[in-house]
């Protein structure tokens, strides 16, 4: 499984972002689809998690900001990240769990800073 985020960038506090994620390289149902993030100088975080049939789960404070979603037919996950805070700074990996597997995306930077 190979692992394609996009969607990183630099924004003012308070706005938006929403980050893409493909997977390629399988023709197997990806049951779980996540988003984790690194700050420097600390252990990386789950953000959010979706499974195939659409259950989310979010790190207490993501919650009412940061909404997981996923496209099956494109094995495309999303995360669309609203009221942005300087603590919100960090790599945003994409994460796929399959077969008991975990595969990760390259990572995309995510700087929220005015």
């Known amino acids: 499984v190979q692992l394609q985020a996009s969607g990183g960038g630099l924004v003012q506090p308070g706005g938006s972002l929403r980050l893409s994620c493909s997977a390629s390289?399988?023709?197997?149902?990806?049951?779980?689809m996540a988003w984790y993030r690194q700050a420097p100088g600390k252990q990386r975080e789950l953000v959010a998690g979706v499974t195939y049939g659409g259950t989310t789960n979010y790190a207490d404070s993501m919650k009412g900001r940061f909404t997981i979603s996923r496209d099956n037919a494109k094995n495309t996950v999303y995360l669309e990240m609203n009221s942005l805070k300087p603590e919100d700074t960090a790599v945003y990996y994409c994460?796929?769990?399959?077969?008991?597997?975990?595969?990760w995306g390259q990572g995309t930077q995510v700087t929220v800073s005015s």
């Open positions: 994460n796929a769990v399959l077969r008991g597997i975990y595969y």
């Open positions: 390289r399988t023709s197997m149902i990806i049951p779980v």
